[in-house]
């Protein structure tokens, strides 16, 4: 059966975008292939490498919420990234054949250095420019056939493609397959502002969040800015709330929003609390979800729920590595 992985960083609670821009995929993919989903939390070292006090709670958090969205233990290979020393072992063996251009030239290196510069984060240590090797190792020591991604990742998957070869080539074998992104296609999930849903623009709807509180930021939500007034026609297509319909509600919703907004014939208010009660019925249902479960693993430590997950991974990875050593004559 093919090998389907993918890891998220434990640097916070999650929001609905993750939910449906990740999680949800994953649950679908369960059933389908034989799936290791991991927390990475090396990889949230390399931007909170000055306060790692939270990593272990957002990791155990995370597990539950995976749990809550309907990942199965007897599913799923769950397990910590940091946790199956091979990770680092295999990062640190490609880490010597990576050539830095590659990882300079990167747009998310760029990119993110320069939008976390902003908020004060020095990022010109030499873990964060190595991310996208991690990240290969990750996926090279699982032979992963199919790597479920956002499109913002897509960059790193063909970094790790290129790893791959390259290793192939200097050692004259072929040790490691080429994974193929499996990019999610689900609609995006703006934020409340209409830009990327992110913890850094304060603009996240959270899958705990409390249920007043999604109301007020939903009706306080950017619409088409050009419909000022109730009489103003719109536009669905420029507007981020319609963007949220397009995951929640029905056909025929939708079709009467698009009429209607277009036409004038509904407010903005009447067409979010359209929306509000998808979002708060999909909201309260997944928080039932994760109090029992959360309820139900109170005694127990994050490593022991997840013990088989680990070992089947640490098991894979230890027979990659035995692979790899032998082929660089070690
Ligand atoms: N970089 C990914 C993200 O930020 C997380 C990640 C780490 C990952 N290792 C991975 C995803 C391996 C897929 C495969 O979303
Ligand atoms: Fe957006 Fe709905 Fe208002 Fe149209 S009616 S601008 S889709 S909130």
């Not at 493609?161 to 999610?184: G, K, S, Y």
């Not at 249920?211 to 297509?237: A, C, E, Q, Y």
């Not at 319609?242 to 939708?254: C, L």
């Amino acid at each position: 059966m093919s090998i389907v992985l993918s890891g998220m960083r434990p640097t916070g609670r999650l929001h609905i975008g993750h939910y449906f821009g990740a999680i949800q995929n994953w649950v679908y993919l369960q059933d389908k292939y034989e799936c290791y989903y991991f927390v990475a939390d090396w990889h949230a070292l390399t931007t909170n490498y000055e306060d790692t006090s939270n990593i272990k709670k957002y990791s155990r958090e995370m597990v539950i919420d995976f749990f809550a969205s309907g990942l199965s233990l007897d599913k799923s290979n769950i397990f910590i990234q940091s946790k199956n020393p091979y990770h680092a072992e295999l990062f640190l063996i490609l880490s010597m054949i990576t050539p830095i251009s590659w990882l300079e030239r990167c747009p998310t290196y760029k990119e993110m250095k320069s939008e976390l510069g902003k908020v004060g984060k020095q990022l010109s240590n030499f873990g964060f420019l190595g991310y996208p090797v991690l990240m290969a190792s990750d996926i090279l020591l699982y032979n992963a056939e199919y790597v479920p991604v956002g499109i913002d990742q897509q960059a790193h998957l063909e970094l790790t493609r290129e790893t791959a070869r390259h290793f192939n080539n200097i050692f004259e074998d072929d040790v490691f397959n080429l994974p193929q992104p499996l990019i999610t296609k689900n609609p995006k999930l703006p934020g409340i502002d209409g830009r990327k849903m992110s913890k850094s623009y304060n603009n996240a709807i959270w899958l705990d969040e409390d249920l007043d509180s999604v109301k007020k930021k939903i009706l306080t939500m950017k619409t088409d800015t050009n419909r000022k007034r109730r009489t103003d026609p719109g536009n669905p297509f420029i507007c981020p709330v319609f963007d949220y319909h397009r995951v929640f509600s029905t056909e025929e919703e939708k079709n009467l929003i698009i009429d209607g907004c277009k036409n004038a014939k509904i407010g903005c208010i009447d067409c979010k609390k359209i929306l509000l009660k998808h979002l708060l019925e999909f909201l309260s249902d997944f928080q039932e979800k994760r109090r029992v479960i959360s309820n139900n693993y109170r005694d127990f430590d994050l490593d022991d729920i997840i013990s088989k997950g680990q070992e089947k991974a640490c098991d894979r990875a230890r027979k990659m590595i035995d692979i790899v050593r032998k082929v660089i004559k070690f």
